[in-house]
């Protein structure tokens, strides 16, 4: 059989043909556009005439279609459906696709080209294109001599083998971390369709008759709000700290000594003080100190509104805390100060109608986009959903993927990526998915979200939008493709729609009665908006700062003791508090250990925040929700994609620079 890999897709959009792909012609296609890609790059450095825009950054836009083609359907699957035989690969293809990035930017004939091309006359775009190749090189260590680079070359191999096994134990560690509880009235506190779920759960895993509480990737478990029997909350509590920490095979300690260790000593092999400053270097922020300066702004406040939480919950509880005591009390304190019961809201919040009558009915007010369900297109998994996203004008502007449910082949969190970008040049138009972790209930009963997983679903939504409007000539530049401290920027914009009044009231209705969510509860709702942002803030800036820990240090200052390391770093950052564990803790970080996107980046969420707040205050001051406001934010900002600097859009959409207190005040902290 013909691998459909190694051709265009023929489907609409270029939308990859799953039904047609197996395990094997994965490996097939990546080592083909692997070598395509190498040979169109050679053929580019052979080039007889002198270097100019079209045969040298042209051709380099142009080429390695199959390779992308393949990788991004591939890696698709290693996040969202992988099987033994996926796992397989990505531990044998990883090394590879290590290796050909530095075959490309440490390729100095290739570098030379670029540094030859003459940029006069060029349009912005163009020149950027240029600039941003330049400095892609210039980072990648193009500078080193020979054996600097064969040393770089074996480093970038190690982190990326390392990076790889970390993600792939991390993904077996929250499945055998799961907890299994054999009576019902274990769960005695939880809603019905979430005991339905732990049982079906159980079911699937062979433990019919029995409740498995699956984990969730952050800290704090969901249920721990909600469960009743203190000793299961202890339980569960234990099992999600404990995760790539306890011993055993899937222990990743070890891992991240070496991983740390190495980046370390890449960081001093391209000339930087540490990983960090090399990281930040990457980004919109200024510099490292800056990073430093607001984490150190913000950490002092926020502990100290969490002490306030504490002490709240203490009086509420009447016992000394626990940290698996805070969930449930804070939820108690809640109902009591606040009138607000969160699992009584979940019954408001069905997934379909979210999605279609508050995420969907949001973006058509804003932007004049329609959604039409393509129930013809196949997915990777029969969970994915596919909808074509149509302009204002009826022409097709993409393919939105919605995959929304958890299963063991799945990692954890949350996350947009794209199976095919947005290219003037090339004449493609986006492919995006969003990916979650919603537990399935049963078949035939409703799939009811919490208040977290109704700000994931508006969140990823923003990250697939900034990808669905990219209006770019070069595929490098498309959609989200823009520093890291900027891309989460747009889907925490996207936000600002959940409690907005006119989309609020189209999707918070009652999934059996259809009434509306009660005005009285929106106005509870936002009279306790503050309640828990100092928990929230402190557990965030723990990790954050835990991160930056890890990648200030020196090769010989790598401890051996990962444990001892993380509780002297919280408490040398001021984060430390006995019952608010870091969001993610060093066992379980996979923003900054598999893969290493977020590698002293996890930063990047708050930095992106104070973008996303003065662009609430804008919205607000403008109109809020019109199709003037949302034309102008995408033209001005997420139809940009990288094509400019990002920064730059933000202020040609807001008309000057961020200022940090709109986020002081969304978060108490001013």
Avoid: C
């Amino acid at each position: 059989m013909t691998n459909p890999l190694l051709s265009p897709s023929t489907l609409p959009y270029g939308l990859p043909p799953f039904a047609d792909i197996d395990a094997g012609h994965y490996a097939d296609a990546v080592e083909a556009g692997l070598a395509e890609h190498l040979a169109e790059i050679q053929a580019i450095v052979d080039t007889p005439e002198p270097a100019s825009f079209e045969n040298t950054a042209v051709a380099m836009e142009r080429s390695g279609a199959l390779l992308q083609r393949a990788a991004a359907s591939f890696f698709t699957l290693v996040s969202a459906d992988a099987t033994d035989e996926i796992r397989e690969l990505e531990t044998r293809l990883s090394p590879a696709f290590s290796a050909h990035e530095d075959s490309i930017y440490l390729n100095r004939a290739l570098y030379e080209r670029f540094a030859a091309i003459p940029t006069d006359g060029l349009d912005a775009e163009s020149a950027r294109l240029v600039e941003e190749y330049l400095k892609a090189f210039r980072q990648s260590g193009i500078q080193l001599d020979a054996a600097g680079q064969d040393r770089l070359r074996a480093i970038n191999a190690e982190l990326s083998t390392l990076g790889t096994e970390f993600g792939q134990r991390v993904k077996e560690g929250m499945k055998s971390a799961s907890l299994l509880l054999d009576d019902a009235t274990d769960l005695a506190g939880l809603p019905a369709d979430d005991v339905a779920s732990a049982a079906e759960a159980a079911r699937t895993a062979g433990a019919e008759g029995k409740y498995l509480l699956t984990l969730i990737q952050p800290s704090n478990q969901p249920a721990m709000a909600a469960l009743e029997n203190r000793e299961v909350r202890r339980r569960l509590y234990e099992a999600s700290i404990g995760r790539g920490s306890s011993g055993g095979t899937l222990d990743v300690r070890d891992l991240v000594r070496d991983m740390v260790r190495l980046r370390a000593e890449k960081a001093t092999l391209l000339g930087f003080a540490n990983f960090a400053e090399l990281s930040v270097d990457q980004q919109t922020a200024p510099d490292f100190a800056a990073v430093q300066a607001m984490l150190g702004r913000l950490a002092p406040a926020a502990v100290r509104n969490a002490d306030a939480e504490a002490e709240a919950l203490a009086e509420v509880a009447g016992h000394p805390l626990e940290a698996w005591d805070w969930a449930y009390y804070s939820a108690r304190v809640k109902r009591e100060r606040y009138s607000v019961d969160e699992q009584a809201l979940r019954p408001y919040f069905e997934l379909d109608r979210v999605l279609k009558d508050g995420v969907f009915f949001a973006a058509n007010a804003l932007y004049g986009i329609t959604f039409h369900e393509r129930t013809d297109l196949a997915g990777y998994h029969p969970d994915v959903r596919v909808w074509e996203v149509k302009d204002a004008d009826g022409t097709g502007l993409g393919l939105f993927l919605g995959d929304y449910y958890t299963r063991e082949s799945k990692r954890g969190g949350a996350w947009m990526n794209s199976l095919v970008e947005q290219s003037d040049l090339l004449g493609t138009r986006p492919v995006v998915i969003n990916n979650l972790n919603i537990s399935k209930p049963p078949a035939g009963e409703p799939t009811l979200l919490t208040l977290d997983e109704l700000r994931t679903t508006f969140h990823e939504f923003g990250h697939a939008l900034h990808g669905l409007f990219s209006a770019v000539t070069y595929p490098r530049f498309s959609g989200t493709s823009v520093p890291r401290d900027f891309v989460e920027y747009p889907s925490q914009v996207n936000e600002m729609w959940i409690m907005w009044p006119e989309v609020l009231a189209n999707y918070a209705r009652h999934h059996v009665s259809g009434e509306p969510l009660p005005q009285e509860t929106v106005d509870k709702l936002d009279a306790a908006a503050l309640w828990g942002e100092g928990f929230g803030t402190t557990e965030y800036l723990g990790a954050a700062l835990l991160d930056l820990a890890w990648h200030v240090l020196e090769e010989s200052e790598v401890p051996d003791d990962v444990l001892e390391f993380e509780a002297k770093a919280l408490a040398a950052a001021s984060v430390a508090h006995s019952l608010i564990p870091p969001r993610y803790r060093t066992g379980y970080f996979q923003h900054i250990f598999a893969g290493g996107w977020y590698a002293a980046g996890y930063y990047s969420y708050i930095w992106s925040e104070v973008l996303d707040a003065e662009t609430v205050e804008w919205f607000k001051e403008n109109g809020g929700l019109s199709r003037a406001n949302g034309d102008f934010f995408r033209t001005e900002l997420l139809s940009r994609g990288n094509s400019r600097d990002p920064l730059e859009s933000f202020r040609a959409f807001r008309g000057r620079d961020a200022r940090l207190d709109p986020l002081l005040k969304r978060r108490g902290l001013d």
